[in-house]
């Protein structure tokens, strides 16, 4: 059973929005950290942004002010709005979580994840 499962992307023109949200399965339970990832083929994986346990969040600095990371707790749901879209901003987009909590102390972007999902694709358009 995939582990998280990223839904939303799509291929919008600049300036335009979207939303990403990543569901867990029923195998994941106290989440204690998580984050959004996105990745261009021939190019490092990057970190978009994060969710504290404490409801603290992180962005990487080119997307504050456009991204933002919540969660939707009625759906048990991860959510990812993005604004203002740029073309750099093309890329498959993934959630990742972490379970444990020590492990959540680790820097958002070089902390382990416990799991990811498949990722889901946008695509910019100048």
């Known amino acids: 059973q995939v582990p998280l499962v990223e839904s939303g992307g799509g291929s919008v023109q600049a300036g335009g929005s979207l939303k990403l949200s990543c569901v867990p399965s029923?195998?994941?339970?106290?989440?204690?950290?998580m984050a959004w990832f996105r990745q261009v083929p021939g190019k490092e994986r990057e970190g978009v942004a994060s969710?504290?346990?404490?409801?603290?969040?992180n962005y990487a600095d080119s997307v504050k002010g456009r991204f933002t990371v919540s969660r939707d707790k009625g759906t048990k749901t991860w959510l990812l709005q993005i604004e203002s879209l740029k073309p750099d901003d093309t890329a498959m987009y993934y959630c990742?979580?972490?379970?444990?909590?020590?492990?959540?102390?680790?820097?958002?972007?070089?902390?382990?994840?416990?799991?990811w999902g498949q990722g889901t694709q946008v695509t910019v358009s100048s």
């Open positions: 969710l504290e346990r404490s409801g603290d969040t």
């Open positions: 029923p195998n994941i339970v106290s989440v204690e950290c």
């Open positions: 990742a979580v972490q379970t444990t909590r020590s492990l959540c102390g680790i820097n958002w972007i070089q902390r382990p994840y416990s799991s």
